[in-house]
């Protein structure tokens, strides 16, 4: 026999989940837009001095933060032999997990500096809620909340593949 109460919380649940997906497909679609306007910018720069323009892609990803599966899609960046990545996702099933830090969904910037190399983490982020309820990408640093992140924030991040 099914309980009313059941019924009840499991439509709450599939509400509240929806929204959510919503607020993370948002923050993950402002995050890959801000780094296609900086590497647009970057590589207009780098082509105005003869250079090559960066190389950007990106696809399907799973990765791991503490025990938690995030699921989501990965952004590469390379000039010559450096290479940026940025992945981001949030568990999309059980077994995955839950986003360590309580967020709505998890980032992280690594830079490889020869193609042959895994990335190295440069940067922790996570996506949550500003008091608006607008979701919001912040640093993680030692598993504490730090700055917001912003386009020109981000600037940085990416010039490190320039850098010798």
Not at 44 to 51: C, I, K, V
Not at 63 to 78: H, L, N, Q, W
Not at 115 to 124: C, D, F, I, N
Request: include cysteine; proline fraction near 6%; aromatic fraction near 8%.
């Amino acid at each position: 026999m099914n309980n009313p109460d059941n019924k009840e919380l499991a439509d709450e649940y599939l509400a509240l989940k929806a929204a959510n997906d919503q607020l993370r497909e948002r923050g993950k679609q402002w995050l890959w837009n801000a780094l296609d306007v900086i590497c647009s910018e970057i590589s207009r720069e780098l082509s105005a001095g003869a250079n090559p323009p960066l190389q950007v892609g990106r696809h399907e990803w799973q990765f791991k933060i503490e025990d938690a599966t995030m699921v989501g899609e990965r952004f590469g960046a390379r000039f010559r032999e450096k290479t940026l990545i940025v992945e981001a996702g949030w568990p999309r099933e059980p077994q995955h997990g839950f986003v360590p830090g309580g967020g709505l969904a998890r980032a992280r910037i690594g830079l490889s500096q020869n193609v042959m190399l895994e990335p190295r983490t440069v940067a922790e982020l996570i996506l949550k809620r500003q008091e608006g309820g607008e979701p919001v990408w912040r640093f993680i640093t030692n598993k504490r909340l730090g700055e917001i992140i912003t386009e020109p924030v981000l600037r940085p991040y990416i010039k490190l593949l320039l850098s010798n």
